[in-house]
């Protein structure tokens, strides 16, 4: 009898020992489940298609966009609504939009983890940038540093678009309700911006709008100029060699970092120091950027060397960072087809989400559904 009660104890031990053990195996499969399926953040950016994607560009963004894929849902496009508030060759900005998207990729923005398109195949851009027209004010507008800027650069072209693209832009960023939007500092004063009229519409109509952080990078968040390192360096600089292309080939690449603008020191030289040595404090934010290098690191190896060796060793570096993203483009760009593809998918899966906001944003200001 006691042998049975025994036996009967340890059965039912047993089977409580694999209750319990099927229960944690379904608490920890549920745990991956929710792990798998939980929403990511949503970020999103863009750069116009204005002119060939720089080394600025490339480090500053888009080697930061594709570091993110696994992170977060991404949005990424081709800003061509913006690039024709100054005067553009139709056939060059359509050349320039496909480079840039073929250049997207060759970064390493992979079109399967992030939503690639161009900003004027989703039609709610528009839209909802005239609505935002209505809840932007003349004084914000008039007080924007890039405004600015562009009139007294384009003083025979001051149109109206260039006045009211910041309204636009902040359409471009709360179509798709994102959590980051990754900017340089000198794009900061339009999300700032976008933040003021998103809370000014919700004000009125309640939450339609998330409000988004900016995302600035600690390395490489702003590359300048090589032959004016106060000043940023940019596709439209008048002076070639302060700037760097990522289609630049390795020859020009190595000139334009040979003539990179540096100051008189001799000795004790390769410091990192914004202050008071500018330049090399920018040729040593993109050898940091391009070799994952601390700065005491490079001081480290430069210790002693003059600019005539740093200079050449930044430029090489550059050279072999660039030439597989400089071969991926130019062999993407020969399959227009595959481009295409990109594209149109792209614009699809992003339309599916503006469309959402939106419509919100219409049945609140009380236009009519369709």
Known sequence: MFC????????????????????????????????????????????????DLTLGSYLGAVKNWAERADQYECFYFMADLHAITVRQNPADLRRRTLEQLAQYIACGLDPQKNTLFIQSHVHQHAELGWVLDCYSMFGELSRMTQFKDKSAKNADNINAGLFTYPSLMAGDILLYQPDLVPVGED??????????????????????????????PK?????????????KMSKSENEDSGRVLLMDPPEVIMKQFKRAITDSDTENCVRYDKESKPGVANLMTIYSAVTGKTYEQIEQEFAGCGYGKFKPVVG???????????????????????????????????????????????????????
């Open 187 to 216: 794009q900061k004063q339009h999300v700032e911006l976008t933040h003021v009229i998103a809370r000014r519409f919700n004000g009125i109509y309640g939450d339609v709008f998330k409000i988004p952080e900016p995302f600035v």
């Open 4 to 51: 049975a009660k025994y036996k009967l104890a340890l059965h039912n031990e047993a089977n409580y020992d694999k209750i319990l053990e099927n229960q944690e195996r379904s608490v920890s499969k549920m745990s991956e489940i929710l792990t798998e399926t939980a929403p990511k953040k949503r970020m999103l950016s863009g750069i116009k298609p204005s002119g």
């Open 219 to 231: 390395v490489g968040a702003r590359i300048m100029s090589l032959t004016n390192p106060t000043a």
């Open 316 to 370: 090489e570096a550059v050279v072999e960072h660039l030439r597989p993203i400089r071969e991926e483009s130019l062999r993407l760009m020969k399959d227009k087809a595959y481009l295409e593809s990109v594209y149109r998918d792209g614009a699809q899966k992003a339309s599916y989400v503006a469309e959402k906001t939106l419509r919100k944003v219409y049945k609140k200001v009380g236009f009519v559904a369709k």
